[in-house]
């Protein structure tokens, strides 16, 4: 309501400098944050702010709503590829964090040198920490439904297309965090030779290899329940699907709410390997309010917001304080090395779907955005895909067609034989 009356007064021309327009993932924060920060800006600069809250699926959606439409948010949440590509077209401001006092510096004091090392490695020409903060960041992998699925069956992306699982497998709609596994997939002789590494495979645009990808996503394809951004977390919880291609963010909410009615979940990277991503807030060039959006990132760090946005959404902060570190310690699960990501933390017990353990993340790799090679990639994606749906979707509806028309002939039947039966009297 709130928004919709903020979107108002900013379309009939009011205050745009009372007003920050923030453009994330759906299903990505605690909502309940935002009034707060409301509050905080109005305390810290003595100013007033309404936040706009608008939600994306896919980061195609988001980046062509800039890039083309050039739409004013003020900070929005791209993936590491898409962070490349912004900067690479020139589409985000550098950020400035100097006017924010150190006390409540969070960017400053909350950084996580692994994250800060992974943004560098985003643009070998351009430092991405210097126009992006880290948000929540994960790896793609394979969540399933352990009393139909082995966890060797889920140890390979090659499950996907396994027919025993057929009509139950959920794919992400995101054709750059499908492509990736999969051509690591078909990749694997080469990867264990040596003669490819799993970062030349991210770069890889070339058209035998989406033509090999293609192929293979026509073979999933026939098994496929949904290609969902959001709702496939859902079926799982149901037991609707088995088999989701996921991210881990998704998988650790899946895992938790399916234990609340009995259904029992499980998440792994499969053993070929995998991408490893991070979403970080941006300013675009397009903004108008340069300084409630400075101040709401700094916000997004304050370690009790990390930590309550990522008990709502099940994702992984990139925040790397301690704070954070204690609140996810939990003796239920095995000790592991997680002194890549807090310095020191070499025997944890925190949760593995959350925070991989090193030997995970080694056979993980980062996306790279391929430039004009993506419309490749979407044309492709569009041809798996199709306009129509996959077969399992037909046969449902065939069979609910069929039941719907058994019933009307039944009860005509039952109608025409009381006609009878009263006309006989
Ligand atoms: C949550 C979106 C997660 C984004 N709905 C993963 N990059």
Known sequence: MLAALCAALVSC???????????????YIDESVLPEFEQWYQEQTGEEIHVVYQTFDINETMLSKIEKGREDYDVVCPSDYIIERMLNSGLLQPLDFASIPD??????????????????DINPSIDAND???????????????????????????????NPKFAGRVLIKDAPRD????????????ELKAGTVTLQDLMKDSSDESIAAVEAYLKEVKEGVLGW??????????????????????????????????????????PEEGSTVWFDGWVIPKYAKNVKAATWFIDFMCRPDIAIRNMEETGYVSSNGSLEVLESQIDEEFEPQDLSYFFPGADSVCVNPVLYPGREVIERCALE???GADTDKLLAMWSRVKGDSASSWTFIIIAVTAIAALAAVVASRRKVSRRHSHVRRK
């Not at 006390?103 to 560098?120: E, T, W």
């Not at 499908?178 to 002789?189: A, R, T, W």
Request: no cysteine.
């Open 103 to 120: 006390s409540v510096n969070y960017i400053a004091l909350n950084k996580s040198p692994y994250i800060q090392g992974v943004f560098r």
């Open 228 to 269: 969902e951004a959001d709702f496939g977390k859902e079926q799982m919880t149901k037991g609707r699907g088995v088999v989701s291609l996921n991210w881990s963010g998704d998988a650790v909410w899946a895992i938790d709410e399916a234990a609340e009615v009995g259904v029992s979940l499980d998440y792994v990277v």
């Open 131 to 161: 126009y992006s903060v880290a948000y929540m960041w994960g790896t793609t992998g394979i969540l399933y439904n352990t009393e139909e699925v082995t966890a060797e069956e889920a140890s390979t992306w090659d499950i996907i297309r």
């Open 368 to 370: 790279h955005d391929w």
């Open 178 to 189: 499908v492509y990736g596994p999969v051509l690591i997939y078909l990749k694997q002789e």
């Open 13 to 27: 021309g009011g205050d745009r400098a009372s007003v920050l327009k923030v453009y994330n993932w759906s299903d």
